[in-house]
Structure formats: C-alpha cells, structure tokens
C-alpha cells in the first residue's frame, strides 16, 4: 500500500467517524451553508461540529501551510480529501471568502505578521470577510474607484462607498480598495484591511428582484485604519487586486458544479411530467434538454478538476479564471431554467409551504446576478478573446 493509499483509507476512516449526517444532507437554502465569523448563533449544533472538527484539523484549508492554519497536504492528498468528502457527499465545512479570496492574496503578498494574524482565524471559522470593491461609478471599469484614503502619519483616513459588497452586513471585516494616490488610475490603488466595526463603517442592504439579497451599500465616513493593514505596497493594490479577482472568479465557477445530493431536474420533471411507457421522462424535448445539459455539467466537472490541478501547481493560464468563470456562470443559469421548466407553473409560485417559499423561483431569479459579478460575462468573453484566443482587435 502507497502512501496516499493509506492517506486515503485514514482520511475515509475520520471522514466517517466525524462529518455529522445533517452535513451529507443537500445545501437547499443560504441557511445550509456555514460562514463562520464572530456571531455564530445561526449555525446549527452540526454545522458547528462539522465547521470544529475540520478547522482543528487543517482541512477547511488542506493545502495552506500548518503554520497559518492550512493542512500542509499535498496537491494528491487534497484531491484525495475532495474525493473522499464527495463519496459520502460531505458538505463544505465553511464557506469563506478569507479563503477563496483573500487567503490566497495575503499568501502571496502579506507580511509573516498579516499572515499569522488573519489567515488562521480564516481557517477555523472566527472571521467573516466581505469585499470592498465595486462602487456606484466603478463596475467593470474598477480601475475608475474614488474611495480615497488618505496618509494621517500612522493611518489612513477612508472616505467613500462600496457598492453590491456581499453579506456586508454580517462581515467582521473587509478587504478594500482605496485611492491613495490621485495622479495615476490603476498606479494610485492600495488594499488595505479594516474592521467593521470600525466607528465610521455603515452599510445598507440592497434588495433583489427574489426577495433576498446578500448585497449591501457600504458607507466609510472618516474611518481609520492602521498603516500596517496595508497588503502590499503602497499604490500597487491593483497587482495584489488582480490576483484576487483570480481566486473570486475559480470560485465564481465552482457554481457550475451544482451543490451535490439529490438532482432537482429529475426530481421537478418526474413530480410533474411523469413517465412513459417505457419508463422515460415522458417529455422528449425536456427529456433532451435535461440529457445535453448532464453532459455539459461532467465535462465541466472534468474540466474544474484539470484547472485546479493546474492552478495549484502555477500552471494555469492566466486567464484561464475567467473562461472558467464565464461557463461556470451559465451552466448555473441554465441548471435553474431547466428546474423552473421541469417544474411547470407551480414553480412560479412564491410563498406557500410547498414550494418552500418560492424555494426553486427566488434561487432562478438570484442567478441572473451570476453573469455580472465577479466581472460581467461581457467582461470575461473579451478577456478570453483577447488573451486565450489571442483574437486580431480583441
């Protein structure tokens, strides 16, 4: 036996022994996945054991380094530890944008101390980030941002506001871009980190067309923040920007690849269309849809597992992100047509107990935000035209 066999064999054993059987259950709503942060008084019983038992072990961050919380595994023993969380369709422990987003960048461009300070609270749970970078005249054109903070000595003083900053109102703290340096676009940005409860930081929730929405306004009215939460050098927070948007937009992807469980297509097609007489679903034209859409999802899942294979050993494209980004993004979209179309008009309906509040319709409704944020597609297809495609005027 290798040793990853045996690391496969202990890591199904433990797997077994500690994931509780409310965390192999289907995600079916936002109170299913577990964010972690200060105020935990949401999580359940399990959701708080499962969240426990992985941070103590490492694995909520398998493959960042033992000194900053991660598991120190290798590139093969994570891919064991993916796999062998799927075979019993495990959920994610704890989802985090201090570790899709901001725990790769302070990896590579925090100081010993940032690392040591943030990156282990990330991994066990204790901190909640939100992101500040859009702003209501810099969307896709970021680069555009006027939040400003400006050199008090041993702080920066920042002035301005941030625009569709998700779950800003539950985050503990944010990681920003701020205009430190007028002269020059792109050359006057730096990150910088601060506390939300910092006295100045306000935010507003944004409602959705759904009925729900994680996006907020956010407001910084003379808010101070220490010098040494600058990630980077001064004014070249666009680099440490770029990289991030990198890692916000594999996770973006990630959508694409469904929740796991129970398949929705099926189970909203046979609930209202049944079978035929030759035990098919009984509409041929959904039928071929629903088949087309499979295929497209496992090529997909074939795909992610090449790309993050690739992305963890530096290999990837640069820009292979937003190609991921953009397909993950609608397949997603085209997953939540399918379920609404399997369905019928009764998932249109919008209240009652039996559609779960509108469960199936205010998820399809949610998606169409997925082709603007994180880039829009727009965005993306000009990038992949450009840079993959290396198209003449791209």
């Known amino acids: 036996m290798t040793d990853l066999d ?71 023993e994570t891919k064991v530890l993916r796999e ?26 925090g100081t010993e101390e940032q690392k040591k300070r943030f990156l282990p609270e990330i991994a066990r749970g204790e901190i909640r980030w939100c992101q500040g970078y859009s702003e209501p005249n810099a969307g896709s054109d970021l680069a555009s ?17 941030k625009v569709w900053t998700s779950y800003a109102d539950k985050a503990d703290w944010i990681f920003c871009l701020v205009r430190t340096d007028k002269t020059t676009k792109q050359g006057g940005i730096s990150f910088v980190l601060f506390d939300m409860r910092t006295p100045g930081v306000s935010t507003k929730p944004i409602l959705l067309i759904s009925g729900y929405s994680p996006f907020c306004e956010t407001f910084f009215d003379d808010v101070k923040v220490p010098k040494e939460n600058l990630v980077g050098e001064l004014n070249r927070g666009w680099d440490v920007a770029k990289y991030l948007l990198g890692h916000e937009r594999e996770m973006i992807s990630g959508m694409g690849l469904g929740a796991g469980g129970k398949n929705p297509l099926i189970e909203g097609a046979l609930a209202t269309i049944g079978l035929d007489h030759d035990g098919r679903l009984a509409d041929p034209l959904l039928r071929a849809q629903i088949a087309l859409f499979e295929v497209r999802a496992r090529a997909f899942t074939a795909q992610s597992e090449r790309f993050i294979d690739e992305l963890k050993a530096g290999r990837a494209h640069p820009a292979q992100p937003s190609m991921m980004k953009y397909y ?13 179309a399997a369905g019928g008009s009764n998932e249109l309906e919008w209240e009652s107990e039996a559609s779960g509040g509108g469960r199936n319709a205010r998820a399809w409704l949610r998606t169409k935000a997925n082709s603007i944020e994180g880039g829009t597609s727009e965005i993306q297809l000009n990038i992949i035209a450009k840079r993959i495609l290396e198209l003449p005027g791209a």
């Not at 062998?84 to 461009?109: H, V």
């Not at 941002?145 to 008090?152: F, G, I, N, P």
């Open 145 to 161: 941002l006027a939040t400003s903070a400006e050199d008090k000595g041993d702080h920066f003083l920042v002035n301005g506001q």
């Open 84 to 109: 062998e969380m799927a075979r019993i369709r495990a959920r994610n422990p704890l989802y985090s944008f201090g570790i899709s987003m901001l725990g790769p960048a302070l990896l590579k461009y």
């Open 6 to 76: 045996t690391f496969r064999t202990e890591t199904r054993v433990w797997l077994e022994e500690n994931c509780p059987p409310e965390m192999r259950e289907p995600i079916r709503s936002d109170k299913d996945t577990t964010w972690g942060g200060r105020d935990q008084s949401d999580m359940t019983p399990a959701q708080k054991a499962w969240m426990d038992a992985m941070g103590a072990r490492g694995w909520t961050v398998p493959d960042w380094p033992k000194e900053y919380g991660g598991g120190g595994l290798s590139a093969a």
């Open 328 to 340: 993950g993004t609608e397949l997603n979209k085209s997953r939540h047509e399918l379920v609404m």
